[in-house]
C-alpha cells in the first residue's frame, strides 16, 4: 500500500534560486540515493536540503511504519520565505538597498508501508466495529450523587 510522509524546512536563511538548482537535481530520485548525491555536491544548500531528506525519512519509518528501500522523493518545492531588508552606504551619501532572502522546503516522500503496521490497523478497525464499544458502555458506572455534608455553626452571643 502506497502512502505518503512530509517534511519542511521553513525559514531557511538561503536563497531559494540556489536550493531548486539541487532540488532539481533530487526530484523524483530514490531517497538513499538523493542522500549519496547530495553528500558529494559542493553546494552549500546541500547540507540543509540532506539533513531535510533525512529528516523525512525518519518521520516515514518511525510516523508510518514504511519500508526505507521503497522511499521515493515525490514531490519537492522550494517556495520564498519573508525577505530581511538591510542597507548598504553608497556614493553621495545614498543607501542601496540589499535583500537577504529565505526559503522554505516542502519535501513529500512516497513509498511502501509495512505489512505488520497494515495488519494491526486492520484489526483495530474490526474491534471497533465490534464488542468493545458495548464493553465500555456496560463498564461504566453511574454517577454518583453528591451530597453537602456542611455543618453550621451556632450563633453564640
Not at 43 to 52: D, N, Q, S
Not at 63 to 80: P, R, Y
Request: glycine share 4%; hydrophobic share 40%; net charge positive.
Amino acid at each position: 500500500m502506497k502512502m505518503q510522509t512530509t517534511a519542511k524546512l521553513r525559514h531557511l536563511r538561503m536563497s531559494p534560486r540556489k536550493i531548486r538548482l539541487l532540488v532539481d537535481l533530487v526530484r523524483g530520485m530514490n531517497a538513499q540515493d538523493a542522500i549519496t548525491q547530495l553528500s558529494h555536491s559542493q553546494k552549500i544548500a546541500a547540507r540543509p536540503l540532506r539533513k531535510l531528506i533525512a529528516s523525512a525519512i525518519a518521520n516515514a519509518l518511525h510516523n508510518h511504519n514504511m519500508k526505507e528501500e521503497t522511499l521515493v522523493i515525490k514531490q519537492a518545492m522550494v517556495d520564498s520565505g519573508s525577505i530581511l531588508y538591510r542597507w548598504q552606504p553608497r556614493a553621495f551619501g545614498r543607501a542601496a538597498p540589499i535583500r537577504k532572502r529565505t526559503s522554505h522546503i516542502t519535501l513529500v516522500l512516497e513509498g511502501d508501508a509495512a505489512e505488520a503496521k497494515a495488519k494491526k490497523e486492520e484489526t483495530l478497525a474490526e474491534k471497533a466495529d465490534g464488542s468493545t464499544a458495548e464493553t465500555k458502555i456496560e463498564k461504566k458506572a453511574e454517577p454518583k450523587k453528591r451530597t453537602r455534608t456542611t455543618k453550621k455553626k451556632a450563633i453564640t452571643s
